[in-house]
């Protein structure tokens, strides 16, 4: 157990934020794959889920599933303070706006390009809690979903716990809302980690970013000949024009030479 703890400190801490962050979605990634390809298992074979239970023993289960009743209570308690953040902060937020003299309307790109938009982007917090908290509550719902799903797979009876906490109709809309939360936010991070070949295209354009082109190489050849040939001939007028200044001296010489001459006779 201490090794394992071991691991799992070292690959999460000291770390930068956006480096957590992405190892954090990919265990979640991670999770989803394993509890969907367990339903599809369940589905087709009918009997993957009680060969697990079988290896887990009952002191494993039992543990786990007070794990999942905690782990559901938890995440469904943060995705309420999470979304009741987010509706007090949009609200400051254009309450602020109004103080200000700044009306809200739907073209997002006028308020871009107006200047006290951007002071209030600048000066305000508003926006970054509110980004936070649907965040926050986006992830938490995403939680939610993977714990729902193991406790329906792993213990039935957590599942029926928790949706007895409501009545029918907001369960189904709980349903709808975790399922959209998926298909927008999930599904594609799901597709990208592992079902594309995203380490393999990322070296191919390591490769290229590395490797300029052939046509580049053939003009900056071409370059070089050019800078080469004007060297020369710049090396030739140089001894040119030193060659003309030596005769200049030397015509200099000479006629002052006769000066002197003519002056002493």
Known sequence: MQPFIT???????????????????????LFYMILIVLLVCNFFFGNTV??????????????????LTIGLQFFTVLSLISLILFAISALLDYIHCKLIGI??????????????????????????????????FKCSLEDIMIFLIAAYLLDYDVFIQYKSIYNESF????????????????????????????????????EEKLSPPKNEDTNLNDELLLLK????????????????NNR????DLSL??????????
């Open 103 to 136: 009306e809200k309307d739907n073209n997002f790109m006028k308020l871009i390009k107006d200047n006290n938009f951007m002071k209030l982007i600048k000066d305000n917090n508003f926006a970054n809690l509110i980004y936070g908290s649907f965040d926050r």
């Open 171 to 206: 369960w189904i809309l709980l349903l709808i809302v975790m399922f959209l939360a998926f298909i927008i936010f999930s599904l594609e991070g799901i597709i990208n980690r592992f079902f594309t070949l995203k380490s393999c295209i990322n070296s191919l354009n390591k």
């Open 229 to 244: 040939t004007m060297n020369q001939n710049l090396e030739k007028e140089i001894l040119f024009l030193e060659a003309e």
């Open 256 to 265: 002052k030479e006769q000066g002197a001459t003519e002056k002493y006779i």
């Open 50 to 67: 009680s060969e697990i239970k079988n290896f887990f023993g009952d002191t494993i289960l039992k543990y786990l599933s007070l794990f």
């Open 248 to 251: 200049l001296r030397e015509k």
């Open 7 to 29: 691991a799992v400190s070292s690959w999460f801490l000291n770390k930068d934020e956006n480096e957590q962050r992405f190892k954090i979605m990919y265990v979640k990634s």
